[in-house]
């Protein structure tokens, strides 16, 4: 078990261009997340997977945000016409979730975006 | 809506010291109550898991405790340490649905040798 993977670490880009953030959970956890955090502030949830269905999304994921879980098992974030308020650090977490139960959350190290 | 608020922002104190984080959400209908530990620019460790039946946890020199009723939840870490220095983050698992975390803001933990 290696834990939360996510690739890149660091994305520096310009205004306007599009990035794509991948995340692997821990193989057997059925639950993905994302979250973002800017400087001092706790991460906000943005959406969430059970297997490959993408079942919330968070009123910060904007048009230009777009998450994908093909075949259940590694995701990816894309945002398009990435903007100045865009940089923050995006952060993935995988869980085991079984009805009536409830498990912790599992972060990886996070992937840092600057937008210029 | 859910809200987290924790106290203090900041604190800073002598190694040794036992220190109490603090933590409250606006909405007792919770499933859990996570603490988190975040090193700068890192992500997130787990370090204590509390479920709404529960009152507390113990993890080593860690101690985090739960109030349901009144909203609450204290981290108690013991003989602190220069290693102990982090941000420490409350989360609380709202009930229903997604089980996404509402996260406070963070207390910024020194430890000074």
């Known amino acids: 078990d290696t834990g939360v993977s996510q690739n890149p670490r660091h994305k520096i880009t310009k205004r306007g261009q599009n990035v794509t953030f991948r995340c692997d959970p821990i193989s057997e956890h059925n639950r993905l997340y994302w979250y973002r955090q800017t400087l001092g502030q706790g991460p906000e949830f943005l959406t969430y997977f059970q297997n490959e269905a993408q079942l919330e999304k968070s009123r910060l994921l904007s048009d230009r945000f777009s998450a994908e879980r093909p075949k259940g098992s590694f995701s990816t974030l894309e945002i398009q016409r990435t903007e100045q308020g865009d940089s923050a650090m995006y952060l993935c977490?995988?869980?085991?979730?079984?009805?009536?139960?409830?498990?912790?959350?599992?972060f990886g190290p996070g992937t840092r975006l600057t937008v210029l | 809506k859910q809200e987290v608020t924790q106290i203090p922002a900041a604190l800073s104190v002598p190694e040794g010291e036992n220190l109490v984080l603090n933590c409250s959400f606006t909405d007792s209908a919770i499933y859990n109550l996570q603490w988190f530990r975040q090193d700068p620019g890192k992500g997130l460790t787990s370090l204590l898991l509390?479920?709404?039946?529960?009152r507390e946890q113990t993890s080593g020199r860690l101690n985090a405790s739960l109030d349901k009723s009144s909203g609450r939840s204290t981290l108690y870490i013991a003989a602190s340490q220069p290693g102990d220095s982090a941000t420490y983050l409350c989360a609380v698992n709202a009930q229903g649905g997604s089980e996404k975390l509402v996260f406070g803001k963070g207390t910024k933990l020194t430890v000074n040798p």
């Open positions: 509390i479920q709404s039946s529960q």
């Open positions: 977490a995988s869980s085991s979730w079984m009805s009536f139960s409830t498990d912790t959350q599992y």
